[in-house]
């Protein structure tokens, strides 16, 4: 955990300073293989970057320190994304750049870095998020291909080029096509899941009721203006496509399952997952001074972040300890034990929703070792993840914003804690507070 407030600074370098949130825009979340079929990664994150200039004025020189953001599926030519967003946005060109990757942890590990800058003084306002786009994932050349062609490349004379050729079979055309597996098991994040929500003996009804909430209570912020300034419409989309306001219990109580069927009394369903989604989020950073000088208000304040992992392929997976999603069920006690505050003392509570039955399993896992229970009104009060979908990298850019514009909502001092967990075995969590 990196706290904000007084510290002894190191020699040369400035004491550490509060880092504001001052803002965040994001293009509608679409689910993949619709509208947002054709589009790059790299369009869909200039296109939330641009909505954020636009916003706040950002065109000028200087205005902002650096970008910082990724992606998780990306092309070879995405290699320098966050840079060649600059150059095609309306930030200034001479804006420095570089991307970051941290599986569905990304865009909140990309406020994270953009943060501790920030409050050491090594810049006064960055831009911070990332972008994914499940619909133009990259296809790899097969393996046994690509080794022929690196072998007829290094070939000394047109004969050995040609032998090499030679050896190409029908077959090694076919490309590697993403999985959504981890390499060290093969198996999917669904099925990881279906894992820990057998050990933690989630039921079937719980997990619809969630999503069910999800559902109503993104429709109910988007009602109320609450996402008026946070989301900016693209390619015809003016609201997130994932959304079901009519969503309840009944209805998702008929889907069949679809992750852990091969065992017993399978839970988890495509209504109580996130589907594969595109979008793109980010977040605006600065320094008080910065804010000051331009007379906007910080909605919030980044106070404290915490990362962790998990030995989801040789530790206690089966007894759920470990799971694949489990990682903020040791951040989380670990950042608030170092920043003397328990679950109580949150308005509001962010967790991530890759999965109904994952969420669950992370508040269990929360009261197992010694916090109190989450009152659920204060949690995902706004929807999350299941009702707008998970574009990997966007993630944690589009719940910094949105805690930030609930935190200024209330008008009132308040402190609200995040936690999204991440392929990988990892999780990442921060706090924000509005003093």
């Given at each position: 955990m990196n706290p904000i407030g007084p510290a002894r600074a190191p020699l040369g370098a400035a004491a550490a300073r509060p880092v504001a949130v001052v803002g965040g825009t994001r293009i509608p979340f679409a689910r993949s293989d619709g509208p947002y079929a054709t589009a790059s990664v790299q369009e869909m994150l200039t296109a939330a970057v641009d909505g954020l200039v636009e916003r706040f004025g950002l065109q000028e020189p200087g205005a902002v320190g650096e970008l910082v953001?990724?992606?998780?599926?990306?092309?070879?030519?995405?290699f320098n994304l966050a840079?060649?967003?600059?150059?095609?946005?309306?930030?200034?060109?001479?804006?420095?750049a570089y991307d970051i990757q941290q599986a569905c942890g990304t865009g909140l590990q990309a406020v994270v870095a953009a943060a501790n800058k920030i409050t050491l003084g090594q810049t006064e306002s960055a831009v911070a998020g990332g972008a994914d786009t499940a619909s133009d994932a990259?296809?790899?050349?097969?393996?046994?291909?690509?080794?022929?062609?690196?072998?007829?490349?290094?070939?000394?004379?047109?004969?050995?080029?040609?032998?090499?050729?030679?050896?190409?079979?029908p077959s090694h055309v076919v490309p590697d096509i993403p999985r959504n597996a981890e390499p060290r098991?093969?198996?999917?994040?669904?099925?990881?899941?279906?894992?820990?929500?057998?050990?933690?003996?989630?039921?079937?009804?719980?997990?619809?009721?969630?999503?069910?909430?999800?559902?109503?209570?993104?429709?109910?912020?988007?009602?109320?203006?609450?996402?008026?300034?946070?989301?900016?419409?693209?390619?015809g989309l003016t609201r997130d496509q994932n959304l079901r306001p009519g969503s309840t219990v009944e209805k998702l109580a008929t889907l069949k399952p679809v992750f852990g069927?091969?065992?017993?009394?399978?839970?988890?369903?495509?209504?109580?997952?996130?589907?594969?989604?595109?979008?793109?989020?980010?977040?605006?950073?600065?320094?008080?001074e910065w804010a000051e000088a331009r007379d906007l208000e910080p909605l919030a304040y980044l106070t404290a972040y915490e990362t962790a992992a998990v030995d989801f392929v040789g530790g206690d997976v089966a007894g759920g300890e470990d799971g694949l999603l489990m990682a903020p069920a040791y951040a989380v006690p670990r950042m608030l034990e170092r920043a003397g505050l328990g679950i109580e003392d949150f308005d509001f509570?962010?967790?991530?929703?890759?999965?109904?039955?994952?969420?669950?399993?992370?508040?269990?896992?929360?009261?197992?070792?010694?916090?109190?229970?989450?009152?659920?009104?204060?949690?995902?009060?706004?929807?999350?993840?299941?009702a707008t979908g998970h574009p990997f990298a966007?993630?944690?850019?589009?719940?910094v914003a949105t805690l930030a514009?609930?935190?200024?909502?209330?008008?009132?001092?308040?402190?609200?804690?995040?936690?999204?967990?991440?392929?990988?075995?990892?999780?990442?969590t921060a706090i924000l507070e509005r003093p």
């Open positions: 953001a990724g992606a998780v599926l990306k092309h070879s030519r995405d840079r060649e967003t600059v150059l095609g946005s309306l930030l200034d060109a001479r804006t420095p990259p296809l790899g050349v097969n393996d046994s291909l690509r080794r022929i062609l690196l072998e007829a490349r290094r070939a000394k004379s047109p004969g050995a080029r040609l032998k090499a050729l030679a050896r190409i079979r098991t093969g198996l999917s994040m669904g099925e990881h899941a279906a894992v820990t929500a057998r050990a933690w003996g989630v039921p079937r009804e719980a997990q619809d009721e969630l999503a069910a909430t999800s559902h109503r209570r993104l429709a109910a912020a988007y009602d109320r203006g609450l996402l008026d300034g946070l989301v900016v419409p693209f390619r069927t091969g065992a017993p009394g399978p839970t988890m369903t495509a209504g109580n997952s996130t589907p594969l989604t595109d979008g793109a989020a980010v977040v605006l950073l600065a320094s008080e509570v962010e967790i991530h929703e890759a999965f109904a039955s994952q969420v669950l399993a992370t508040l269990a896992a929360w009261e197992k070792r010694g916090l109190a229970p989450v009152d659920r009104a204060r949690l995902n009060v706004a929807g999350s993840s299941l966007a993630t944690g850019a589009r719940i514009a609930l935190l200024a909502e209330r008008g009132t001092p308040g402190r609200g804690l995040i936690s999204v967990c991440a392929a990988g075995g990892q999780g990442v």
